[in-house]
């Protein structure tokens, strides 16, 4: 994963220097596949005192607000246009991703086209959930020792990735700008985790993570245990954009 994330990387900016760029911005909602069952968490730290997070969880609605940032080679006489997109969404969860791929322009350059696209997806998404409550000298997450007395703020997490097919339907304006309208569906493996910010004995800002499937974790979904966490990226988005 980490040496395939590499080189992505370093291939989009030599691939960029031979491309003619065209950038886009967009907005619009992302569709959560939010869970109406009973949520349930508890979590026990490593410390002494044993501080415990214990939290039954409100359902969430099922829309987020995204802003996507899109560079894309538009270079004429290629059919297939490598794309690299970055996207932050905020309202039932929040999350960050980057999606990269092609999308199909053909060499059409008329006033109206349709672009299909398919691209990978590698993200995170984040609901918060509570804090720990620091009942004695010190929270411990792992190896980590949050400060005396302050609580540690907790978020119910997916990492994610995937695939992320599209659809556009693009308009041209003139003056070498579009706007149009498009629909993706995201389709990802997950892995949920619980992540845990605060002061460190050090006084500095410390996050650490605990999977689902630890030990001192116990996650319920309708009082049955699981390692899933329901909080479910995928699915339909849809948005309007602006091409420069």
Known sequence: MKKLLLVMLFAIPCYALNAQPRISISGGVKLIDAQTRTMTLLYVDESPSRDNIYKDIDPIGNIAINLNVRWQDDTPDKALRLFAEGQGYIGSISGLAFNVGYAYSGTNQGKVRIQPEIGAVLGYCSKGIGAIQNNDVYIQVNQTQFQDYTDVYV????????????????????????????????????????????????????????????????????NNRTDKNPYNPDGLEFKVFYSF
């Open 155 to 222: 978020s119910l997490r997916n990492a994610y990735i995937g695939i992320k097919p599209g659809l556009s339907f693009i308009f041209n304006t003139g003056m070498n700008s579009e706007i149009g309208l498009g629909v993706n569906y995201q389709l990802s493996y997950k892995a949920g985790f619980i992540s845990f910010r605060g002061t460190d004995n050090n006084g500095i800002q410390a996050t650490e993570i605990e999977y689902l499937t630890a030990r001192n974790v116990g996650f319920y979904v309708d």
